[in-house]
C-alpha cells in the first residue's frame, strides 16, 4: 500500500476523506480506517474492515461523485479515543465517526456513520 498522510488529528481524517474520495483513491479512502473498522454504509447495512470499506469505496467511487469539505463540530476527546461529527451542507441529519489514536499519534476511524437521518414524526 502507498503511503499516506496521516491524520494526526481527529479532524484531519475528514479533510483527508474528502481529498482522497474526489482523487477517486478508494485505498486512501480505506486507510483511514481500523483494520476492524464498522462502516454503517450503504444505509441500512454496516461494512465491516477496511478491506470491505475499500471494495465498498471503489465501487461508489466509480460514479466520480465530488464531495465538499464540511465544518467540523468540536471534537471530543477522552484519552485515545475521539467523537468527530459534521453537519451535512445540506442540513440534512448529521455525520459522526468515533475515532482511535494509533500507538505513532495519529488518528483512524473505527465507527464511522456517515447519514443520521432524523426520525420521522
Known sequence: MPEYEKAMRPED?????????NAG????VAALYAEDAVLAYPPGHV????????????????HRPRFEPEEPLPTLVNGD???????PKDGTGARAQVVRRQPDGSWLRVLDQ???????R
Request: neutral net charge; glycine residues 4%.
Open 81 to 87: 479515543i475521539a467523537l468527530t461529527s459534521t453537519p
Open 114 to 120: 456517515p447519514e443520521f437521518v432524523p426520525p420521522a
Open 13 to 21: 481524517l475528514t479533510r483527508l476523506f474528502v481529498e482522497r474520495s
Open 25 to 28: 483513491d478508494a485505498a486512501g
Open 47 to 62: 461494512t465491516v474492515g477496511r478491506e470491505a470499506i475499500r471494495v465498498l469505496w471503489e465501487k461508489v467511487l466509480a
